[in-house]
């Protein structure tokens, strides 16, 4: 019988849009309570947030992969 492997532990980092009108916000905070993620708010932005916030949304992508590249 085949052992299978255990999955490694995936850190998970958000955004959330503080002006986003197309998901409500105690909803998408619920998701990411769920998903064990850590949430980072941006001010102002609207649902797509990598498009109203590139900068913001840049430095945090990057943030997370030397976070987790270790």
């Known amino acids: 019988m085949r052992k299978l492997r255990q999955r490694p532990r995936v850190l998970h980092t958000?955004?959330?849009a503080t002006e986003d009108k197309a998901i409500p916000p105690a909803l998408e905070h619920f998701g990411y309570q769920r998903a064990h993620a850590r949430?980072?708010?941006v001010r102002g932005a609207s649902h797509a947030a990598m498009v109203s916030h590139p900068g913001t949304v840049t430095h945090l992508t990057?943030?997370?992969a030397r976070t987790t590249a270790d």
């Open 14 to 16: 958000t955004t959330a």
């Open 39 to 41: 949430v980072v708010e």
């Open 62 to 64: 990057e943030e997370a």
